[in-house]
């Protein structure tokens, strides 16, 4: 792994690595999740109340996040095939042990795939089960504006996120709202037919609950 530099953004908790993947493990790295792409195919969810997210998803590990409309919650099927989810990458649980050294490991990875004009909306992540566990993003492809603001509202941030840029939430960063402003096509040639893919690390079963 290439040199990982941390920057100071500014907000407790928030901790933020650009750069952290050199090219050749972005490229193996996105290699893998379109290979998986063959088992769990990139769908689009909807929302609780029937609106489709802009961004496709699927999901790699024990555990995969959907939505729909009976709500929000991680299930270890992909909902369209019914399929279980295909394994988390060695790179990523590699990244979370040595960026964040927490325990237990992580059991959901959520991929997110913006084409060209998909976004998302201010929100907060409170589905999983160990709120204390860190959150770990990695980027891929086209540079993103990502928003964070702290939980009680009030003023936000901007960050650009860029393919290999790595980002952890924990501790009082944990419950942020943030959201993804607009993905800036064109501005990477690494994803093929474009857009960026964001890859969340998380631990959704609780702690007691070893995968
Ligand atoms: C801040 N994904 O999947 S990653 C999501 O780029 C999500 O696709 C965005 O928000 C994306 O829920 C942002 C950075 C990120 C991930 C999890 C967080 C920021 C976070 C959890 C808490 C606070
Ligand atoms: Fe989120």
Redesign the pocket.
Known sequence: MSARLEIDTGMEG?RFWPGALSASEQAGLLAEVLAAEAVAPFYRPVTPGGRPFS?RMTSLGPLGWVSDRGGYRYQATHPGTGEAWPPIPRLLLDLWRDLTGAEPPPDAC?V?L?REGAK?GL???RDEAEMTAP?L?V?LGDA?M?R?GAAGGGPTKTFR?ASGDV?A?TGP????R???DRVIAGSSTLVPGGGRI?L?LRRAAPASQQT
């Open positions: 928030f961004v959520l997110n913006y998302m929100h907060q992540d959150v993003s980027s993103a990502f964070i996120l980002c939430l960063a944990r419950l942020a943030h959201g993804i964001n969340t």
